[in-house]
Structure formats: structure tokens, C-alpha cells
């Protein structure tokens, strides 16, 4: 008598393998704030509390400031989620060999990266809000009118910096992980609009165009456009548009380089 095969369906698979990770930022949600969340905070109290109270800067620099932080919040996250175990299951310990045996597509493996990524970029994303508003107090021209916007913005920022962290996971080696954060995300950050607007760069012609590369302005211009609406900002629809291609662009990537090294 044969025994009756038991097939599972790829998506019951995607699912387990997503509600482990999740299970493990559970575990982790301090070490995980902290790491993701301690350099907007600090931020926070340095720009957006101790140097108004100083009366160094003016108070309405926080209505430029906070937006950009919720956005590099979105991006370490998001980034680090993916690139940093990309590394390491890639490296030394293997891992990445038991998730590759799953019978599921190679590439969903990748997909579900990406998944996790957007769900630690929006948890670490929303704490930072309400934080930087416990920390600096009344934000002038912080509204909560476009939260469905919000919620978008930090969808399509997770999805294109997971999809950054999955291209970076998977072609960079481990030892080249330094390079990563001095080379690739200093420039990111201090070119991304999170300390001014785009609309700033106007006496700056060249560099306001050269910009357009980082996916950081439209996270930082789209959360602008989300909480501080009375600030200049890019048109929402350009925001909109330029996350869905970077997104596609960068996943396309990411999945090439990460299937050749699971080939390989």
C-alpha cells in the first residue's frame, strides 16, 4: 500500500519561515530599538532639544528635522534587517543553507527577507515618532490629517532599503561590512533632506538633481509631506513613483546577486 503524499503549499512555507522572524524580533524588540532607533533619538536631544533650549537654533528647525529622522530610522532599519544576517548566513555560519533547503522557490527565501525588513523598518520607524515628540515636546506644524499617506510612505521607504539590503547583503563580502556604512551610508545621510527640505538645494543646482540617486530624499520628502505638510516637499505623486522604480530597480538587483551566490 503507497503511501499518500502530503504536499505543503509554498505560501504555508513563506508564512512559518516569516513568523519565525517575527518571533525572533520579538525576543529581541529592546536590542533591536536600541540599535536601530539610538542615533535619531540622540539627534532628538541634541537638535531638537538641547541646542533650542540653548537658543543656538530656532524651534521651527524641528519641523524639518523630525520628519527626516522618522526616514533614517526607516532606513538603518530596514537596511540592517537584511543586509547584516545576509552576511552572516552567507558567511560563516551557513544558515542561509537550512532556509535554501525549504520547498519553497529560491527566490522567495529573499522575498521574505524583504518582508521582514519592511515590518522591522515600520515598528522601529513608529516608535521614533511619538519618542521625538515626547523628547522635543510641541512639534510647530506637526499634523496627523495624512496618516494613510504615513502609512504608504514607510511601505515603499521599507520595501526599497530592504531591497538596498538585500543587494548590499548579497554582494558585499563580510569583511567589507566597515565600507558599507563609511562609504555608502555617510553620503546617504548627510545627502538624504533629513536636516532641510529638497526645495533647500534650490542655490544648489547641481547637487539638488545629484540627489535624486538616493532613495533617503523621497523617504525623508515623503514623510514631510505625511506629518509636516506646511513645509515645502516634493509633489506627492513624484515620491510615490520614484520609491515604486528604486524599489523594483533595487530588488531586481538584489535578487540577481542573491541567487548567484545561492547558486554558487
Excluded at 558599507?180 to 544648489?204: E, K, N, Q, T
Aim: include cysteine; aromatic fraction near 10%.
Amino acid at each position: 500500500m503507497s503511501e499518500a503524499l502530503v504536499t505543503v503549499s509554498p505560501l504555508r512555507v513563506f508564512v512559518a519561515i516569516f513568523m519565525r522572524d517575527v518571533t525572533v524580533i520579538r525576543r529581541e524588540i529592546g536590542s533591536f530599538l536600541v540599535r536601530t532607533t539610538m542615533q535619531p533619538i540622540l539627534f532628538c536631544v541634541v537638535f531638537g532639544y538641547l541646542l533650542p533650549l540653548m537658543g543656538v537654533i530656532g524651534k521651527n528647525f524641528t519641523t524639518l528635522m523630525v520628519p527626516g529622522l522618522i526616514a533614517l530610522s526607516l532606513t538603518l532599519s530596514a537596511v540592517q534587517s537584511v543586509s547584516l544576517p545576509m552576511i552572516t548566513d552567507f558567511g560563516y555560519t551557513k544558515e542561509i543553507e537550512d532556509r535554501l533547503l525549504a520547498p519553497i522557490p529560491i527566490r522567495l527565501v529573499a522575498i521574505e527577507k524583504i518582508v521582514n525588513g519592511i515590518v522591522q523598518g515600520f515598528i522601529a520607524a513608529a516608535f521614533v515618532l511619538p519618542t521625538a515628540r515626547l523628547i522635543i515636546g510641541p512639534i510647530p506644524g506637526l499634523s496627523f490629517a495624512h496618516i494613510p499617506l504615513f502609512i504608504l510612505i514607510l511601505l515603499l521607504g521599507g520595501a526599497a532599503f530592504s531591497s538596498l539590503g538585500l543587494l548590499l547583503g548579497t554582494a558585499l563580502p563580510a569583511q567589507q561590512i566597515g565600507l558599507m556604512f563609511s562609504i555608502i551610508f555617510a553620503p546617504m545621510m548627510m545627502f538624504g533632506c533629513i536636516y532641510y527640505p529638497w526645495r533647500g538645494l534650490d542655490r544648489v543646482p547641481f547637487l539638488k538633481y545629484a540627489v535624486l540617486i538616493n532613495p533617503l530624499v523621497y523617504a525623508s520628502e515623503g514623510m514631510r509631506a505625511a506629518i509636516t505638510p506646511s513645509v515645502p516637499h516634493m509633489p506627492v505623486a513624484v515620491i510615490i513613483v520614484a520609491l515604486i522604480v528604486m524599489t523594483a530597480v533595487l530588488l531586481w538587483a538584489g535578487l540577481r546577486t542573491f541567487m548567484k551566490k545561492a547558486i554558487s
